[in-house]
């Protein structure tokens, strides 16, 4: 396992373009990713990025560190692997399918934290090659956070792998919840707090130059949105959330949460104003 530590970022701006230039790369299919950990070794949970995720994504001072924040700090590690030799395939165009994350002990604003990303398991889609990256965050060598994404390299022949299966299987009844909106501009703005700064979340124009006919919302944020509105009301100690991404949701929209409660979590939905398309689909225990 060879590892990369990282003491200081390059820019959001530098990063976009590493993954931009990886668009030289073929869509060819490889036999296991390359082994490769990139270290964030202190990371200090800044007070101040903490309330300007929490504000653009819905959540209340009650909540603390969102469960989520830890993404937005492990994001420019998987940004520098997109962009690195190492990656075997161009980053644009790159779909997120699904993400989970586990929180194992509450985080506070000021912690230190060691930020960790390697690169993980491949798995066949009929659309072509799943791979998944492996965050997690530790504090003084203790695991309090960790996460799996899974994304799919949209065009890779003979995909490699056993068959890609969905984690969401569970046939509950849901019902309508609440609605929200999301502004034309909240892509820019969770890009500003994020660093995810791809052209298809800042607006119409930019997206159409990579074939969307409007901005989309960032996943990510779709998912920290549902959240908000399905956590309790204060800071919490252990949580699990897994959703699968379904269709865009195309910006501005509004949008509705579906959803059967539990003691202790919730199966929910993403949709369409209308309740009739899904936007992603999870459940969260906590």
Avoid at 96 to 124: P, Q, V
Avoid at 213 to 241: Q, S
Wanted: hydrophobic share 45%; glycine share 8%; net charge positive.
């Amino acid at each position: 396992m060879k590892i990369i530590e990282v003491n200081k970022l390059p820019s959001a701006i530098a990063l976009n373009l590493g993954a931009l230039r990886s668009s030289s790369k073929r869509s060819s299919a490889v036999e296991a990713l390359p082994e490769v950990t990139y270290v964030r070794p202190r990371v200090v949970v800044d007070p101040k990025k903490v309330a300007a995720y929490a504000k653009v994504c819905g959540f209340s001072k009650a909540h603390g560190v969102p469960m989520l924040f830890a993404h937005m700090e492990a994001f420019p590690l998987a940004m520098m692997y997109f962009g690195s030799k190492a990656f075997p395939w161009p980053a644009m165009g790159t779909v997120h399918l699904a993400n989970s994350a586990r929180l194992l002990k509450r985080i506070h604003a000021g912690d230190e934290l060691r930020i960790e990303m390697r690169s993980g398991e491949l798995y066949a889609h009929d659309k072509g090659q799943i791979f998944t990256l492996h965050a997690r965050a530790l504090r003084a060598g203790d695991v309090v956070w960790e996460s799996t994404w899974t994304l799919l390299r949209m065009g890779v022949r003979n995909p490699k792998g056993e068959p890609y299966t969905s984690a969401l299987v569970d046939e509950t009844p849901i019902s309508h919840q609440a609605d929200f909106y999301a502004g034309g501009g909240i892509g820019r703005a969770y890009g500003r707090v994020s660093g995810d700064i791809n052209p298809i979340h800042l607006s119409a124009i930019t997206a159409k130059f990579l074939g969307f006919r409007k901005a989309i919302a960032h996943g990510m944020w779709t998912k920290a949105r549902a959240l908000a509105m399905l956590m309790p009301r204060e800071d919490v100690d252990h949580a699990e959330v897994i959703v699968e991404f379904k269709t865009p949701l195309f910006l501005p929209a509004r949008a509705s949460l579906w959803a059967a409660r539990q003691e202790s979590g919730a199966l929910f939905e993403v949709r369409n104003a209308k309740g009739d398309k899904p936007h992603l689909r999870g459940r969260v225990t906590y």
